[in-house]
């Protein structure tokens, strides 16, 4: 149980163009998501907590408009990297927890990640 | 705020040679430390979650145990497949959200 779908997988893309990552619940229901952030070698940045139904709230020194969050249903949150800069490149990872119902403090459960490269 | 420091950055075993990884954490109030294992080009992938000060938990050939200050993985005799990066986290009780604090990992390597 507990599986978290991120796709893609892997973009390659030219400076300038958006893209959208996605990140599925596949068998519980997902009030909160979460996007990180990981360079090479290095661990998780907590990049923004999604919601379902409401705005997202961003980490100090994330930009909005930049990384634009959508959580409109229990079982999907999409992050729009607008406008992508090859500073942009990285490793995004999205987790989320199955707490609809649960006793106790559920863990986050992680996808594979999206590997974006911007030329 | 809430810190979390991992050690060694590096470790390299020979298979059947047991050994510990080190978590020291600085929260207000713990709610909760997790460990995760991360494999090269994937995400996360959850292994306990330990709350009070004298918990232990195994899963196979891995053990954490829980102080106050800092937690344990214990690895007995590990194999090569345990290879991959282990992650410590923590969520504090004042934590909104369930937001969680990562450690920067200790990458484990274990040579047949």
């Known amino acids: 149980g507990a599986v978290v779908s991120q796709h893609p997988s892997r973009v390659i893309c030219k400076s300038g163009t958006s893209v959208k990552i996605e990140c599925r619940s596949l068998?519980?229901?997902?009030?909160?998501m979460f996007w990180y952030r990981q360079f090479p070698k290095k661990s998780l940045m907590l990049m923004a907590t999604s919601n379902e139904g409401s705005k997202a709230t961003y980490e100090q020194g994330v930009e909005k408009d930049k990384f634009l969050i959508n959580h409109a249903s229990l079982t999907l949150s999409t992050l729009t990297v607008t406008s992508a800069h090859p500073e942009d490149s990285s490793f995004y990872i999205c987790?989320?927890?199955?707490?609809?119902?649960?006793?106790?403090?559920?863990?986050?459960?992680f996808g594979d990640g999206t590997r974006l490269s911007i030329l | 705020e809430d810190q979390v420091t991992q050690s060694p950055e590096a470790l390299r075993l020979q298979e059947g040679e047991s050994s510990s990884l080190n978590c020291s954490y600085t929260v207000s109030g713990l709610r909760g430390l997790f460990w995760y294992r991360q494999d090269p080009g994937k995400g996360p992938e959850f292994l306990f979650t330990?709350?009070?000060a004298g918990e232990e938990k195994e899963k196979e050939r891995l053990k954490a145990t829980l102080t106050k200050k800092e937690s344990f993985l214990h690895i007995t005799a590990p194999k090569p497949e345990d290879s991959a990066t282990y992650l410590c986290?923590?969520?504090?009780?004042?934590?909104?959200?369930?937001?969680?604090?990562f450690g920067e990992g200790t990458q484990l390597t274990v040579n047949p």
């Open positions: 986290a923590v969520q504090a009780i004042e934590t909104s959200g369930s937001r969680l604090t």
């Open positions: 987790s989320a927890r199955d707490q609809l119902g649960q006793q106790g403090n559920q863990p986050q459960h």
């Open positions: 330990l709350y009070s």
């Open positions: 068998d519980f229901q997902a009030t909160t």
